[in-house]
């Protein structure tokens, strides 16, 4: 049974399977889904590239396919058969060739060329180099990228030589720095980024900025060749400043153009901020860029700017819009942008013009690849003649393709409807949510278990989004949808310190996280419980990394739990911080005070602080090379909650960074955290293990 049972799963995964029978979703399904990303439309705008994603169920891992899509014809076609990791898929300008960068399975990423008429394929890079932000020569002849050139490591003393056949331990690693690590990668070896162009029909590579300073992309081409445009840190100061989590890049960047055929670098930009992704306008007049003048707060909106083509009569594009600015590309006629932004938890994609007036494009939410949870995001490309390709999906929906053509929208693909097909998932609502502290709306939204009955009570599971300034949405969540699966209704919610709602209600939680976003959760709940289909005295919680700070902060706060489970805390903000890959930025940008400084304040915020008030039975999971939020935090919350003997158990996630990558470990986790609230169920005949009441 159990062969058959694994032959059927690997058949679905290659998108052959019709299941007749529905069922709610189970974690082996998790190796039936496909979806698709990364959509780059032909210049022409007839063809798009794309690729399909799909968890694999012999390597455990995610991997992806390279796919080509005859809009017209609704031609689907596979380029190569490779199944890796794929990323900067680019045409050429002609459109006769792409270029992409691609990782085998336990690989290295290299550059590689195809040519779309013979299908030959000329690998640009070596092994070793691991390019990355390409872009094409507009002539179509070279390609430039950025790629991180090491030095020699740091030594301190001299090491005994070992004799020959012996096998000696590995030599101390000397790290300086203030950004020495970086979570998914550990360790950062010494060494800067630099560009570098290339014959897009091979031969050398050739490096175009040197010294010790790191450059990013994205990089664009000028329209006659002779520069390039990218961002980079070149102050003399700049190894010591933050490093922005999200992008692994200083948080002060300048906007530089470069001359390819010597090298002379330009600053065009000369304000304070994190200045990236600029491109001139195709008529060649303007430079458009993202960013903000950093003032030292929490979040700051991320503007659309424009300048002359020197750098000249500087100014924002998107004041008018309170909203961050994700992704934009140039219109044909140089006098619009397509924008995408993420508005009350929705990712949507507008037309704006040069004076910051919006008409809405994409009528679809825009999904981006991460499934996990709905953590809003997504993708989208444009052509010369202004048609648009996104990600498109729903809370029912993995993301697809869609194509909007003079006004409408158009599905384009239909990957994931096979295993979907066979499939029951619970429904998603709106939840309308007024804060109890100051009566301020809190997005939120309700999942029913499958075969849902109105007249029933269901045990509900709060699931709390992390960043703390990041954002859920009305996307698909397979793990969200294995909780409703299992019996739970599952609620989740936007409360303040959330993203897309504009600045001030970002930085409600400015030097004050945790704070008030805990009376907009328990606001979340308490609504749920109003719609008659919630059992208040069958209440659990659980949160990864914010989410799992708040999930510790909730069980110091309330006893109207019965179990919790806090994934990735931190649980000293002086220890955490200090341990962290983002400790520069954290304490730069969310606490007014270094920990030495204000100790008092660092403590307030801690949940270790409300440790004495917990009896709500606890699980701690935690990735074993975590070091955004390192596994000595996950540890202190166990060990304190085990000398208080409040029923609580820990899991170390072998191999996981902060974000779990492999499938399994996914299926692991919230199987764990399931096991973990039936264990403290009422009816499961518990109520002797945890006698929470159902009010504060």
Known sequence: MRTWLLALVWVCATGTCFATASHPLTPQDLFSLQWVSNPQIRPDGKVIAYLREANDIQSDEQLQSLWLLDIATRTDTQVGSERGTFSSVRWSPN???LAYIYS????????FVRSMRTGKIVALTAEDESPHDIAWSPDGGSIAFIR????????????LVPPSGAHWAEPAKVLEGLNYQADEIGD???GYSHVFVVPSGGGSA?????????????????????????SGARSEDWERQPVDPGRHQPTHLTIYRLRVA???????THLTGPYRAASFSPDGSHIAFLGFEDRRRSVHNIRLNLMDKDGSNVRVVSGKLDRSIAAYRWTADSRHFFVQYTDHGVTRIDRMSLDGRLKPVADHVVAGADIDLPYTSGEFSSAANDVVVYTGGATDRLPELFVV???????LTQVSQAALASVQLGQTRHLEVKSSFDGRPIDAWMITPPNFEPAKKYPLILEIHGGPYLNYGPQFSHGHQLWAAAGYVVVYSNPRGSTSYGEEFANLIHNDYPSHDYDDLMSVVDTAIQTGNVDANELFVAGHSGGGVLTAWIVGKTHRFRAAASQSPIINWSSGMLASDIAPYVTHYWFDKLPWEAPETYWAHSPLSLVGNVSTPTLVVVGSVDVRTPGTEARQLYQALQIRNVPSALIMIPGAYHSLTRPSQFAARSNAILAWFERYRLDRGNVGAHSAPASQ
């Open 95 to 97: 459109g006769q060739r």
């Open 104 to 111: 085998p399975v336990g690989g290295h990423a290299r550059l």
């Open 148 to 159: 991180f050139v090491p030095e020699a490591a740091a030594k301190l003393g001299d090491a």
């Open 188 to 190: 950062l070896g010494k």
């Open 206 to 230: 050739r490096q175009l900025t040197s010294g010790p300073f790191s450059d990013c992309g994205p990089l664009t081409w000028s329209a006659d060749g002779q520069d390039l445009l990218l």
């Open 262 to 268: 010597d090298g002379t670098l330009v600053p065009l």
């Open 405 to 411: 053509r003079r006004g409408k929208a158009e599905a």
